[in-house]
């Protein structure tokens, strides 16, 4: 059979799906056809509903799959329903990926799915396609919302639809990632994705997480396992490893058919939870003989001196630590993450002393946190001499721990959770009009605040350049705000020009009179 993905990746973050990949090349593998439409502003020409539908009716798919994102569902339906609106022979189309999993009677009762997957849907996917190319009722397959007789009801076109009218099939075993073919990376315009994200490339060498974090889908997902599958959590088998032989072997795979891989960003959760696996890995790529650099995400409570030292012997640059606040009481009481300013300050002093770089990811907007516990998250990196931090703005995922809070806090904008297309530069949240102001502010200009207090905790120049920006910042109403704005990444990369230069001209002037 052939398969239709469509992915809806429009105006968020460009890169490699890896569930789409893994996917694809599990259908190849049992002999079916698969092609991709990849809908991002980044890789133009950007397919448009005609074209869409064109290619429909000259491959003639016998299924179509979205897959996507909270913020990439309004995007799916718009095109499912204009595909239905404008062909009577469309193929079953269904939808899945992490929006799905996490409500799957919502996406089901829109009426626009004959299957909306749910999960780690490779093993029940590939069973779906096996039933309908045989002409099988497909309403019992695992991991999927069928219509009962596998036939979507003529009443769907006006959804809602009531929940009697479908069959919610409990899920199946996790995959085992050992048993997985390598993904599928041609099913994608790889190579110009890779010049695009200027030579990183993405890969995974596990699925899973240990820890609930309350923003996180993670702890959804193990809870419907586990309920589904009648099994304690330590018995659901959601942590998982691919042998590290079988990651080199792809490795060495994506190095000669794609040219220009600069930097390899392992995409796991936490690549250095299990220690064993990642001394395992660690030891195969060096071992190997690649030397391109690569990245890993760590838990700030979680990085054995085994492993950093392991990391930075195979190539390691960087370590990416999930921070998201400066407020312990938020970490603890908002985020469900247990840890301490300490653990922080600890993990990012092991990894500089094995020469690993170090990153942080914060989140902007939490609800429950006050004006002054933003500020904590300044300080707290200014404190801890971190070598760089990505700001997003917080978004409630539907489904999780911090969306119910959320909701029950009354901080969601009436419709925000769902117009959104992405979370690094908007945000569905409210918390007042001067507070709002000061998220966007602090979101945008947070290197400037945290620089302005460097010199708090060392020595440090620039501090004195950053302060008056941070105060003129401040000080601007929301009309001068949105008029500036727009500056802000050139204004600030001529800062940091001068900052550099400045530092450039001290080490000079130390060397020559040292000498």
Known sequence: MRILFVYPNLYTQMGFNHGLATLSAVLKQRGHATKLVNLNENLPPVATNDDVLALIESWKPGLIAFSCLTQQYVAATELARWLRAHSETLPPMIVGGIHPTMVPSEVMSDGLWDHVGVGECEDALAELVARLERGESPDDVKNFLSWKGGVRPSAAEVAPVASEHWVHNPVGEFPDLAELPMPDYELFDTQRITDQKHGWFGLL????????????????????????????????????????????????????????????????????????????????????????????????????????????????????????????????????????????????????????????????????????????????????????????????????ESYRLAVKGGYIREGGEVTLTDFTESSCMDFGEDENLFITKLATCMPWFVNARLDVYREAPAAARYRPMVERVLAMSREEWTRFEPTVRELDAQTSALAVAARVRLVTRATSLGG
């Open 205 to 400: 060498s596990s699925r899973g997480c240990p820890y609930r974090c309350s923003y996180c889908l993670n702890h959804k997902i193990v809870d419907r396992y586990r309920d589904e599958l009648g099994r304690s959590t330590n018995q659901i088998g959601f942590f998982r490893f691919r042998p590290p032989e079988k990651l080199v072997e792809e490795i060495r795979w994506v190095l000669t058919h794609y040219t220009g891989v600069g930097t390899f960003i392992f995409d796991d959760d936490l690549f250095t939870q299990n220690v064993e696996h990642a001394l395992a890995t660690c030891a195969a790529y060096e071992q190997s003989g690649m030397k391109v650099p690569f990245v890993v995400n760590s838990h700030v409570k979680q990085l054995d001196p085994r492993v950093a030292e392991a990391l930075a012997r195979a190539g390691c640059r960087i370590l990416k630590l999930g921070i998201e606040s400066g407020s312990p009481r938020v970490r603890k009481e908002v985020l469900q993450r247990f840890m301490s300013n300490d653990d922080v300050f600890n993990t990012i002093e092991a990894a500089e002393m094995f020469g690993l770089h170090t990153s942080g990811f914060l989140m902007v907007g939490l609800p429950y946190e006050t004006h002054e516990e933003r500020l904590e998250t300044v300080e707290l990196l200014a404190k801890s001499g971190i070598g760089r931090f990505r700001t997003s703005l917080f978004f409630p995922f539907p489904g999780t």
